[in-house]
């Protein structure tokens, strides 16, 4: 049997499977009430699934050596199946069922996916894709979805990854090269310091997480967002999406745990350039999203700030190669800063941000109306926020702890208040 070996950063992702911890990430597609019935959408995946081999793999190997090989009984129907319920749910409703679809776990035994559909009150579908986070990471499910359920011609951004910039010409190639090691060395303890700081107070987000989780969404304007965020302080959508979210999380800590300036947050950064074929192949930068100041255009500035060292300086690109160069040092030397670096004092959530298709898309001609992103949480780490574009809309999804984080709809709208307070701040500047 031909096999596929998993990566190291696939590996690393099976690892951190626990009895508390699932290993999926989920979306969520939102389908007009002209949605496809299940018997027409098993036929469109299965038509569509050659473009997608690695979606009929299953996991083979030993423990210390797993791999990918093909499942040779693969059905369809096993992975494209009518939700749990009969009766057509409203959004409340809907975020309990996906919440109840999510906390199950994908069977091992079977390639790592499955949809389930769930009928929606007024008309429509939802379309609830689990996929293992060890067969892809944000980037690489949005080229799933592109390969096998948007309609031809739909059109999907593709990120591009940045390319370096290049380095100076050298006249002087001795004192060059001294003044070049006492850069990297100054920006080698800038980094260090950046990305191993510890949060000065333990994060509200900080407990032993049980099985049970709770989703919120949320959703607000790109374009208007973006061009906000740009006229306000030259800042970037990106910015904008930790801005809204330093908002939020502001409100909700304020009214829960009384004051605290600060937040530790990890961002994931991907490395993906466009042609690879690698599942996972991200890495992140950290920083402290301000919580002190009332102002959300003030909050805004703070971040942009911190942000644009982290890019100037190539932090997530210098983090890659820092794990990469400790694996082949000593793996345990690796293993002992992953575990560091997975501190609750090191970060307290997790914010990721992946384009998503730029125009609409439609399912068998069934326009797709929202698409939301959920990520797993973890040990000591009770929320998440993971955010999607669709169609010039950001989509946010949380999930929590429902027993260490309550309350989590009000901190998802949240994110929809503090994205209006910045648009109305840049159109009373115009």
Known sequence: METVPLGPEDRAILALESDTVVGHTCKVILVDRRAPGLAELRAAVAERLGAVPALTRRLAGPPDAPAWAQDDG?????????????????RHELRA????????????????????????????????????????????????ARALLWDAGDTQHVERASGSPPGASRAHPAAEHARDDARRRAHLAGFLHREFARSRRRSPFDGRIGTSRRLAFASVPLRELHDAANALDGATLNDAVLACVAGALRRWVEHHHGRLDAVRVKVPVSLHHEGDDALNRDSFFSLELPLADPDAVERLRSVHAATTVRKAEHDAERLEALTRDLARV?????????????SPRRFAVNVSNVPGPRGPV?????????????AEIGEHHALRVAVVSLAGRLCFGFCADPAIVDDLQAMAEGVETEAGALIAAAGARA
């Open 362 to 374: 439609t399912i068998l001609a069934a326009p797709v109306e929202a698409l939301y992103s959920i």
């Open 97 to 144: 069922g996906v919440a109840r679809l999510f906390e199950q776990r994908l069977d091992r035994a079977h390639p790592l996916w499955r949809i389930d559909t769930l009928p929606l009150h007024g008309g429509g579908s939802a379309l609830v894709w689990r996929i293992h986070h060890a067969l892809a990471d944000g980037t690489t499910a949005m080229r799933y």
């Open 330 to 342: 000593s793996p345990h030397l690796k293993d002992f800063c992953e575990r560091i670096e997975r």
């Open 74 to 90: 693969f059905d369809v129907a096993r992975h494209v199946v009518p939700g749990p319920v009969e009766a057509p749910l409203d």
